[in-house]
């Protein structure tokens, strides 16, 4: 689902990001990424989703080589993959169904096909009456189930989350990290950046850790210290 | 397309008052044009006006056959630069003195006045080169006595056009370029306004095209409601400079048809380049 072999990345102004990072995400796997901020998490999710390319290495996901993915064909992938961010990027002009809706849309699916879709994601994330409530009705918590709402919108392969829980409370941190977890048992696989150790430490999912742009730790390898010990949490 | 104008209405109204702001900016860059547009328009048409003047006059000898005038008055009609000839009795010529020149006003025996021939040419064939061509020509009747042509007076009003009509054609490219320019750091602002819209339709999966279309469309449909407000600005200029300074001439329909088209392809253009820088940014 997702392959990195030895990623680099680097950046013209602050330098390296990633050395030599390598790691695969299996389909239909949840993996937790982890490290201080400032490791290169959202460094990685940005090569997942092609917003970046490596400087050196190979990332695959879903079978494309994304440094060689022709520009017209990166809207295509994309829509293989939903994403999830700690500040929801929620459109906030639109209804909750609008800003579900939006995401199907854009790949020009008919009409019709549109609401039903988007009324059952919205069930299903457990907003079903809220479908009218712009974002800023909505608690925090209900603007990320709306977010992820929209990420699954397009039956993707693969969730990627950035701190998806980073701004909220203990009780809406479970109930979206449990809407994760179901989502994953339905099929896509889960890549999700966080923190919140708590959370990680609450199941046995794969974690894979970065610190300083290197990966130290990939629960699946059993390889270097372990995720509590250099984690900084929040 | 209805995804598209949908886009361009909740654009229009998350921000009026960028929208509106974009559209005066439009509209007063092009009344800018316009303007500068009316006044090329009517000094080419006074000069136009003052071209019409251009004749050739060929004097004739004292007892010249009225035949061989009436022959030779056909011969030059049916040069392909002239448009009229007639022939100007001395009567005619003491007339015309009488009432444009004060010191004639005496002046009862039209005898000392020679018959004169005088040939109007066709529009295309005032310039210097074709009168003095024409001239010669005429001069080669044995019975004229003499041809004038005012010859300075031809060559000035000729530079006066030339330079009249790069200087036209320079600011006007001028003009058009800023007016783009401007027209593009408006609709700039829009796009950037809409950055994280963008970001946010990017990351779902929408291609470029997608993106870029309400823009677009926004950026036509604001440049042709600015090239509407731009005419109508240009036609209060121009009744009020004719109402109280000098007559001048409108553009015709088709011109200022074709100038809010103009307006549009100029919204159309700006939006283009400020969408395409924008897009390869994010």
């Given at each position: 689902?997702?392959?990195?072999?030895?990623?680099?990345?680097?950046?013209?102004?602050?330098?390296?990001?990633?050395?030599?990072?390598?790691?695969?995400?299996?389909?239909?796997?949840?993996?937790?990424?982890?490290?201080?901020?400032?490791?290169?998490?959202?460094?990685?999710?940005?090569?997942?989703?092609?917003?970046?390319?490596?400087?050196?290495?190979?990332?695959?996901?879903?079978?494309?080589?994304?440094?060689?993915?022709?520009?017209?064909?990166?809207?295509?992938?994309?829509?293989?993959?939903?994403?999830?961010?700690?500040?929801?990027?929620?459109?906030?002009?639109?209804?909750?169904?609008?800003?579900?809706?939006?995401?199907?849309e854009v790949t020009g699916a008919p009409r019709d096909a549109i609401s039903a879709r988007v009324s059952r994601l919205l069930t299903q994330v457990g907003l079903a009456s809220k479908g009218t409530s712009y974002p800023k009705e909505l608690s925090g918590g209900e603007q990320q189930r709306v977010a992820i709402a929209r990420a699954l919108v397009n039956d993707p392969v693969l969730l990627v989350a950035d701190e998806p829980t980073g701004n909220l409370d203990d009780r809406a941190t479970r109930g979206v990290f449990q809407l994760l977890r179901d989502i994953n048992a339905a099929g896509p696989a889960v890549l999700m950046a966080t923190h919140n150790l708590e959370l990680v430490k609450r199941t046995d999912y794969r974690v894979i850790e970065v610190n300083r742009g290197q990966l130290v730790f990939d629960s699946a390898e059993g390889n270097g210290a372990g995720v509590v010990s250099t984690s900084t949490p929040t | 397309?209805?995804?598209?104008?949908?886009?361009?209405?909740?654009?229009?109204?998350?921000?009026?008052?960028?929208?509106?702001?974009?559209?005066?900016?439009?509209?007063?860059?092009?009344?800018?044009?316009?303007?500068?547009?009316?006044?090329?328009?009517?000094?080419?048409?006074?000069?136009?006006?003052?071209?019409?003047?251009?004749?050739?006059?060929?004097?004739?000898?004292?007892?010249?056959?009225?035949?061989?005038?009436?022959?030779?008055?056909?011969?030059?009609?049916?040069?392909?630069?002239?448009?009229?000839?007639?022939?100007?009795?001395?009567?005619?010529?003491?007339?015309?003195?009488?009432?444009?020149?004060?010191?004639?006003?005496?002046?009862?025996?039209?005898?000392?006045?020679?018959?004169?021939?005088?040939?109007?040419?066709?529009?295309?064939?005032?310039?210097?080169?074709?009168?003095?061509?024409?001239?010669?020509?005429?001069?080669?009747?044995?019975?004229?006595?003499?041809?004038?042509?005012?010859?300075?007076?031809?060559?000035?009003?000729?530079?006066?056009?030339?330079?009249?009509?790069?200087?036209?054609?320079?600011?006007?490219l001028l003009f058009a370029a800023v007016a783009v320019i401007i027209i593009g750091t408006t609709i700039r602002m829009t796009v950037l306004a809409r950055s994280r819209e963008i970001s946010i339709m990017r990351l779902v999966g929408a291609t470029d095209g997608f993106v870029r279309r309400p823009f677009l469309v926004d950026g036509f449909l604001k440049g042709l409601v600015g090239g509407l407000l731009a005419l109508l600005l240009t036609w209060g200029a121009s009744s009020v400079i004719s109402h109280n300074l000098i007559q001048t001439s409108f553009f015709d329909p088709g011109i200022a048809t074709l100038g809010v088209i103009g307006g549009g392809i100029i919204g159309l253009l700006g939006s283009a380049l400020s969408v395409g820088r924008h897009l390869r940014r994010v």
């Open positions: 689902m997702i392959r990195f072999s030895h990623v680099v990345k680097e950046y013209p102004r602050t330098g390296l990001a990633l050395q030599d990072v390598t790691f695969r995400v299996n389909k239909g796997e949840f993996a937790f990424l982890t490290g201080p901020s400032g490791a290169g998490k959202s460094t990685i999710l940005r090569l997942v989703i092609v917003e970046e390319t490596p400087t050196a290495g190979e990332v695959r996901v879903s079978g494309s080589l994304t440094s060689s993915l022709p520009r017209k064909e990166i809207p295509r992938l994309r829509r293989k993959i939903g994403v999830v961010f700690q500040d929801f990027r929620l459109l906030e002009d639109r209804t909750a169904e609008e800003n579900v809706a939006f995401a199907l | 397309m209805r995804l598209t104008f949908r886009e361009v209405m909740l654009g229009v109204r998350r921000s009026p008052l960028l929208s509106t702001l974009s559209v005066v900016t439009i509209a007063f860059s092009l009344f800018a044009f316009g303007l500068f547009g009316l006044l090329v328009l009517n000094v080419d048409r006074a000069l136009r006006g003052v071209e019409e003047h251009v004749e050739i006059v060929a004097f004739l000898a004292d007892g010249t056959l009225p035949e061989a005038v009436s022959a030779a008055m056909g011969d030059i009609s049916a040069f392909p630069e002239v448009a009229l000839v007639q022939q100007v009795s001395p009567e005619q010529a003491l007339a015309r003195a009488r009432a444009e020149l004060p010191e004639f006003q005496d002046v009862f025996d039209a005898s000392f006045l020679p018959p004169s021939i005088e040939v109007r040419l066709k529009e295309g064939h005032r310039d210097p080169v074709s009168v003095k061509d024409v001239t010669q020509r005429i001069q080669t009747y044995p019975f004229v006595d003499d041809v004038r042509y005012g010859e300075d007076w031809v060559k000035k009003l000729y530079d006066i056009r030339n330079i009249a009509g790069a200087a036209g054609i320079a600011l006007g």
